[in-house]
């Protein structure tokens, strides 16, 4: 079970697209997953549910057009579903719903933050890896998925064991050796 997170942009396709062709071939299932929130707008505004459901509705007809571009593009004895999902932020959306969800695996883009916006406001990819209690795969811009001979595995050293017993099984399924940074 994997969740792969999108807000329609490019980047989250390359995202969806390297994990599809990864996973695919174990009959993985995938859930992709999109933030529906209203910022801004105050709760005590009698339109904003109304708005919000407007908006959810959108965001489930992207998505299922995005869900069928995906299954043009690779093949395979996979399942895909796409879910819109109400939140505050993309952090929140994902600990919720793999809380309540058997998930295996997080995949979202990753897009370059500077040290000062990190800083400031904390960059999307790096909170959800903060807040999400499986593995969570970040794919930069430009991937395109062949092999996973290596995995780079960033690690605060709080619970080693348990997270190096995750990795590796991931590691064994596709024969990668695992490098381990702190």
């Not at 895909?80 to 939140?87: L, N």
């Not at 999400?132 to 595995?153: F, S, T």
């Amino acid at each position: 079970n994997i969740v792969l997170l999108t807000d329609f942009s490019p980047l989250s396709k390359v995202a969806m697209q390297y994990a599809i062709k990864m996973a695919g071939p174990l009959d993985a299932h995938f859930t992709i997953l999109n933030i529906v929130r209203l910022d801004g707008i105050p709760k005590a505004n009698l339109k904003s549910k109304l708005l919000e459901k407007s908006i959810a509705q959108i965001s489930q007809e992207e998505g299922n057009k995005l869900v069928n571009d995906l299954r043009k593009q690779t093949k395979g004895n996979y399942t895909i579903e796409f879910k819109p999902v109400k939140a505050r932020t993309v952090s929140e959306m994902v600990r919720k719903y793999v809380s309540k969800n058997p998930t295996n695996m997080v995949v979202m883009g990753l897009q370059g933050a500077s040290a000062v916006k990190k800083a400031r406001l904390g960059g999307t990819t790096v909170s959800v890896i903060d807040e999400c209690p499986v593995p969570v795969l970040a794919i930069p811009a430009l991937a395109n998925y062949q092999n996973l001979k290596h995995i780079v595995y960033a690690s605060d050293l709080k619970n080693i064991q348990k997270e190096l017993d995750v990795v590796v099984e991931f590691a064994k399924i596709f024969e990668s050796s695992v490098h381990m940074i702190h």
